[in-house]
């Protein structure tokens, strides 16, 4: 996977590229090609309306090619591949995309011939910088063309931004008009392809005077959007840019989904609320395996060389990363066939459908001022006081078992999704709590992997007698852990605390 950043500019058929010699690049035009492009999508234009698409391209190495949309503008991920029936999508890509095709048959859409000059611009030793593609482009049908369109790429392949900003002013120069980020396959099938996507983004801000029920559609829209945009990132099981998984991304969409459902519940139809929660906790499930087994390795890296004066054999590190990498690939192939069954097809077309409207009852027409507080006091009131068998927040003992404290981090976490919904409409006091909430759980959060991972190594222990010495060892250091952040707790909850003081009369 790559990700493609271009600007495009529209031009008239009578404009000269001009001199592209800019800052430290050296222009070097490459040979004219013709490139024909089969482009796949569903009937109804899924792919298209989302800023997706699915090509087969003749000529090049990989001719098939996905490119998938960012939060972004101007940057798409790209993912190609070899061979194949060119009348067909390989089978791979067609998964790829499930998350927006939903299972909809891929046919022929779109037939697209670019007559392409490219002009590379290079740094001194000859790496491509970027690329400027003038593209004359033709829609086929049949064996006619019954449309024409000009346009100029310009593609970062490895220079710095400003190098783009250089070459668009020498664009802009010459004639060239700004024409956004619209694909060429959008600008050849028109306006049918323009049309808003099946799924519906969250607005970025909400009105003055949201309804309780704005709110609500927000909250459902963003998880919905992080669970589908990372299902392709899953798929391709590649490290996201910042060093996080898709696993762990597409998890926390759930989590919060299923949080907010049950935050939402005097808002939302239960009938409906109850069954998909259910669906989502299966995909959680499922999500949730694949991603311990993740925090395993990366806690076994971790601590094996916390210790420098007592190093951890690498052969026998080695070996326990060997057994975790085989319990992640067992539960990652679980996770992949789960999300090709119809199961999850069907959950995806509810999470879809979801985005435009959600069975809502009378009181989700309360102004989001009024309601949101009643609804944030009820996760705050089990936090504080805690629920039969969990104990409150203020009473956590440090020599409670590891499972208190998880329940307890599961009660944080509800809290916050609560307060992240309340601050959405302009609640300064929720927003401050949902903060200091985030970094509580964070907290608790290497609590709960310390004694995960201490756990995991003493059972790993009875079974690999060989490894039992460096296990314990390991186990030792995550249980030190584990007490530090027990150690910590009180101080941080008592921060927390405060930031909920105006709760406190409906607690």
């Known amino acids: ?116 000059q490219r002009v590379d611009l290079c740094d001194a030793s000859g790496a491509r910088l970027a690329e400027v593609a003038d593209d004359t482009v033709e829609v086929l049908s049949g064996t006619a063309v019954p449309r024409t369109f000009r346009e100029i790429e310009v593609e970062r392949t490895g220079g710095p931004e400003e190098l783009l900003s250089a070459v668009e002013e020498r664009l802009l120069a010459a004639g060239a008009r700004v024409s956004g980020f619209t694909p060429k396959l959008v600008r050849a099938l028109g306006a049918a392809a323009a049309y808003p996507p099946d799924l519906l983004p969250p607005a970025a801000t909400l009105p003055a005077g949201a309804r309780a029920a704005d709110v609500v559609l927000a909250a459902v829209r963003g998880a919905v959007a992080r669970i589908v945009a990372h299902d392709p990132l899953v798929r391709l099981d590649e490290p996201l840019p910042d060093g996080d998984t898709a696993v762990h991304q597409m998890r926390v969409g759930v989590r919060r989904l299923r949080s907010d459902l049950r935050t939402f519940k005097p808002l939302v139809d239960q009938r409906w609320a109850k069954p998909l929660r259910r669906e989502l906790g299966w995909l959680g499930d499922l999500l949730g395996a694949a991603r311990d087994a993740e925090v395993l390795r990366d806690r076994l890296r971790a601590t094996a060389a916390a210790d420098p004066a007592c190093p951890t054999d690498d052969g026998e590190r080695a ?49 989001a001022a009024r309601a949101l507080p009643g609804l944030l006091a009820r996760p705050w009131r089990r936090l504080v006081r805690g629920t039969k068998g969990v104990p409150g927040a203020a009473d956590l003992s440090p020599t409670a078992p590891d499972v208190d404290w998880h329940q307890v981090r599961i009660h944080v976490k509800r809290a916050r999704y609560a307060a992240d919904a309340a601050a959405a409409s ?75 003081t105006f709760l406190s009369l409906r607690v």
């Open 319 to 367: 070996a326990l990363d060997t057994i975790l990498a085989a319990r992640r690939e067992q539960a990652y192939a679980d996770l992949l066939a789960a999300l090709r069954t119809r199961r999850y097809l069907a959950l995806l077309d509810r999470l879809t459908a979801a985005t435009r409207r959600i069975p809502l009852t009378p009181a989700a027409a309360e102004p």
């Open 426 to 500: 302009g609640d300064r006091p929720a927003r401050r709590l949902a903060k200091s909430l985030a970094r509580l759980q964070d907290s608790l959060g290497e609590h709960t992997d310390a004694a995960l991972a201490a756990r995991t190594w003493l059972t790993l222990a009875e079974s690999h007698p060989d490894l039992a010495v460096t296990l314990a060892r390991l186990a030792e250091r995550e249980r030190t852990l584990a007490t530090t952040a027990r150690t910590a707790y009180p101080r941080r909850w008592r921060k927390t605390a405060r930031k909920g």
């Open 1 to 116: 996977m790559t990700l493609e950043e271009e600007r495009k500019y529209d031009v008239s058929p009578s404009f000269v590229l001009p001199e592209l010699a800019v800052a430290d690049a050296r222009p070097a035009a490459q040979a004219a090609v013709t490139l024909t492009a089969t482009y796949f999508d569903t009937a109804g234009l899924r792919l298209a309306r989302a800023g997706a698409s699915l090509r087969h391209r003749v000529g090049d190495a990989l001719p098939w090619t996905v490119k998938l949309p960012t939060a972004v503008p101007g940057v798409r991920q790209e993912i190609s591949l070899a061979g194949g029936d060119p009348s067909a999508p390989p089978e791979a890509l067609t998964w790829l995309v499930a998350a927006l095709t939903r299972g909809s048959p891929l046919v022929p859409v779109a037939v697209l011939r670019t007559r392409r």
